[in-house]
């Protein structure tokens, strides 16, 4: 663990909140029109693939951070890759003036690859505080995306207004507004004071494959990536299909924008609550009271799946949370459980497998809204989130 003043500790937490609070709004806004300008242009079965893009590009985000921290140190590689995520959001603006998927995918992978690094950067923040604080302190830049849940499911509509005042489509403009958002993260990382992380990382080779695989079948590595897994899977399931269930329905920006808002609440609002209990009662039993929240969310869905003025908000809602619990519960896990020349890299791994994961979740959530509608992408999803309990029993 890195020791420093409070001064250069704050500061630091302020550029790691800073960056996942930009980084998740952007995603948040571009992931929801970019669904709608997929399926407006090919049709239903294409409408999780825009979201499959941005997290593709987590992943791959997520597993770079982990190797470059190591060799560039914190500051330099946080520049790089919001450099790449702006980048990004710019050509996927042009994709989605154009409607042109060939465009709006890279640009979203791209997108994708710096909020890969802001889920990462938890990790980086916990390192800043001792044992007993380290749930908390991750739980700090998990709450940063409290910011992307009011901002961006807020700035939907005035968005769509500045887009149409320029004569351009109004999908169009949460797009650009993303670009806009890297581009303070990118700024925000270069204020990163020099003293709160080594300037390069020890010199440590690579983690080979083999001991990769060796660590992911260990105790205290395995619940937690199978945990995170299925919360992610099933949030993402769910969570990408909302959008076009409420424009099949009628609605416009504004009931999407609000729906949203309240399943980002759900995820991030009460992050440091999940690190508190994480570190009062442990990560097993913070995962799997978030596999319960998670089951409740998939029923409500069930039950309530026109219901967009309070039974979608609910269940959202509880989607959120419930992914938040199993979210913060296993990073805790990971912040203690492993040694110093593996840390940062095989979190990286973690996270890139969690997230290819998920992608292939919101590729199959659009195949199964095409065949059965929004129950069955929630059934399915209640069926995901219960899979981690054999294992946590078992591990115990």
Known sequence: MVTKTTTVRTRAMGVLFTGAAALNTAVTGATTVSTL??????????????NAAVVAGTAFGALYLGVLIGKKGARTSLKLVYGVAAFGGLVAFLGGVFANLL?????????????????????????????????????????????????????????????????LPSTSGAIGFAALLCTIALLASATMPKTAFPAQGPKRPPLTLARVAAALKRRVVLVPLVSMTAAHVTMVTVMTMTPLQLHRQGHGLEVVGYVLSAHMIGMFALAPLSGKIADRIGGRATITAGVGVLVLAAVTVIAAPTSHTAGLPLALFLLGYGWNLVFVGSSALLSRSLADDERTQLQGVIDALVWSASGLGGIIAGGLFGLGGYALVAGVAAVLALTPLALVARRS
């Open 103 to 167: 465009l709006l995918l890279p640009g979203l992978a791209m997108l994708g690859i710096g909020n890969g690094a802001a889920g990462l950067v938890r990790y980086t923040a916990a390192e800043l505080y001792p044992d007993n604080r380290k749930g908390f302190a991750l739980s700090i830049i998990v709450w940063a995306g409290t910011i992307g849940a009011i901002a961006g499911p807020a700035l939907l509509e005035p968005a769509a207004a500045t887009a149409g005042f320029f004569g």
């Open 37 to 50: 300008i997929a399926s407006d242009a090919h049709g239903d079965g294409w409408s999780g693939i825009p």
